[in-house]
């Protein structure tokens, strides 16, 4: 058996290589210090191809940094479980279509007109047909801190330092935090990701999970991060603070909207939950304000209509508001099922996960909620998943296919630059951009069948979607 560990000063990599042989069986294990990782096993014909396939292994991690170690001497990195009070609403009950409990508190959630996804503090993601249905469930290694869109690709956050792509039929890896971020809250746009953090720094990382800047900022406890094209939202203790997108320079920072716990961004505007009892809409230019929500109570989450034609706001007393752009007080209503954690609107329907992990789908309608002021709600509908539901978890084992039996798809190569592992488009008709692709599964000289790729962003690369198949 031989153990490694590559650990950097300054919060860099936080990892573990485990190999193990017996006999003509090797057993690599890896991830991040003190968790359990993962393990792939691999049988060869003699113990002498075994000793030898774990020597190349442990030699290559060796190039890059890693050492020999003894496990349990080094530390995981720290997480923070987000902690918040719900208390039972005194509003009239909002008139909620359906809800489903998916178990735990939930923080993330994301809505299009295809699917409603949910994931909570045990690593469940979960997803329904807008009318409610379940219709899939994938088991993350650790707590989803939240669930973001970047056009086609859908990621969760976790607790365990990674960025999973949910976007396939199996969650993949994209993006690995360092080990000292001590993750609040992700965004990404064309590939850039965006984590703030519990000590208020906010740093980036590119579509090929390299880092790019970071910036500590005026304040701890950094709930917020928007990212969009130009620039990075960022905000925390201290107030909101705005960052150019390629280079992290500072464009201006207001203290206006102070204890910030939540945040949402429409084109020209950045919105600021705060534990003030309000939410405050800033200006992406100058961080002027434009508006300011008043609430009763401390605000957890807030969205809007497209373009900010209306606001909704939920707070600490699982209560949920509706404004005007103008800031004038349309409607409060109890959700019936705990403080809004997170909160999306769609298609006249306000998609809320709870503190007591419900994902509930609100009726905004103008009749529905006229009728809910005057105590008129619908029953709702509560949502089973079906016991037979398979379970989806992350893997790093592929299938193998033949050249000549491949079928459709793209084929992809893994090459060395230097010290980094890139990954290349090789089938005719592509441009020699980069790939983001699975780390956990890039080996050098590899090829690999995908069922697509699309080019993504403004960065010049692809980003695989479906299956992936090793070729041999």
């Not at 496990?71 to 008139?95: E, I, K």
């Not at 899939?136 to 859908?154: M, S």
Request: charge should be negative.
């Amino acid at each position: 058996m031989t153990y490694l560990e590559l650990s950097e000063d300054g919060g860099g990599a936080h990892k573990f290589y485990e190999a193990v042989v017996s006999g003509t069986r090797v057993t690599i294990t890896y991830g991040r210090i003190g968790e359990a990782g993962q393990t792939k096993i691999t049988d060869f014909a003699t113990e002498d191809k075994a000793r030898a396939a774990a020597a190349k292994k442990v030699n290559e991690k060796l190039r890059k940094g890693y050492a020999p170690a003894v496990r349990g001497v080094r530390q995981r990195r720290p997480v923070t479980r987000r902690t918040v009070t719900s208390t039972r609403s005194t509003a009239l009950q909002a008139p909620v279509l359906w809800r489903f409990d998916s178990g735990a508190s939930a923080f993330g959630v994301f809505v299009d007109k295809e699917r409603c996804w949910v994931g909570n503090q045990r690593g469940d993601v979960f997803t329904l047909a807008p009318s409610g249905t379940v219709t899939g469930r994938f088991r993350l290694p650790d707590g989803v801190k939240c669930i973001v869109a970047d056009d086609f690709w859908i990621y969760a956050g976790c607790d365990d330092g990674k960025v999973y792509d949910l976007s396939g039929k199996v969650p993949r890896a994209a993006y690995e935090i360092a080990a000292d971020v001590d993750i609040y809250w992700l965004d990404i746009h064309d590939g850039i990701l965006g984590v703030s953090d519990r000590a208020g720094r906010i740093t980036t990382i590119d579509y090929e999970d390299e880092f790019q800047w970071a910036r500590t900022g005026q304040g701890d406890f950094a709930w917020m991060v928007r990212c969009d094209e130009d620039a990075v939202y960022h905000g925390h203790s201290g107030g909101v603070s705005r960052f150019d997108a390629s280079d992290g320079s500072p464009v201006w920072h207001t203290s206006a909207a102070d204890q910030v716990l939540f945040g949402w961004q429409e084109d020209d505007a950045v919105y600021a939950a705060t534990a003030r009892r309000t939410v405050h809409r800033l200006a992406k230019a100058d961080g002027r304000v434009e508006a300011v929500y008043r609430c009763d109570a401390p605000v957890y989450s807030c969205a809007t209509s497209p373009g900010g034609g209306y606001v909704f706001a939920g707070d600490s007393h699982s209560s949920v508001y509706c404004f005007a752009a103008s800031g004038e007080r349309l409607w409060k209503l109890g959700t019936g099922c705990g403080s809004a954690l997170s909160m999306q609107f769609l298609d006249d329907r306000l998609y809320i996960v709870t503190t007591d992990g419900s994902l509930a789908c609100v009726d905004a309608g103008e009749a529905a909620i006229a009728a809910a002021c005057q105590g008129r709600v619908p029953e709702a509908v509560d949502v089973k998943a079906a016991a037979s539901l398979p379970v989806v978890e992350p893997s790093v084992v592929l299938e193998t296919v033949t050249a000549g039996g491949a079928g459709e798809g793209v084929v992809v190569e893994c090459v060395r630059e230097g010290d980094r592992l890139r990954v290349r488009v090789s089938s005719p008709g592509y441009q020699a951009w980069n790939v983001q692709f699975p780390k956990d599964i890039r080996e050098a000289g590899a090829r690999y069948l995908v069922e697509g790729v699309r080019p993504a962003g403004r960065g010049g690369f692809y980003r695989t979607y479906g299956e992936i198949r090793r070729l041999v």
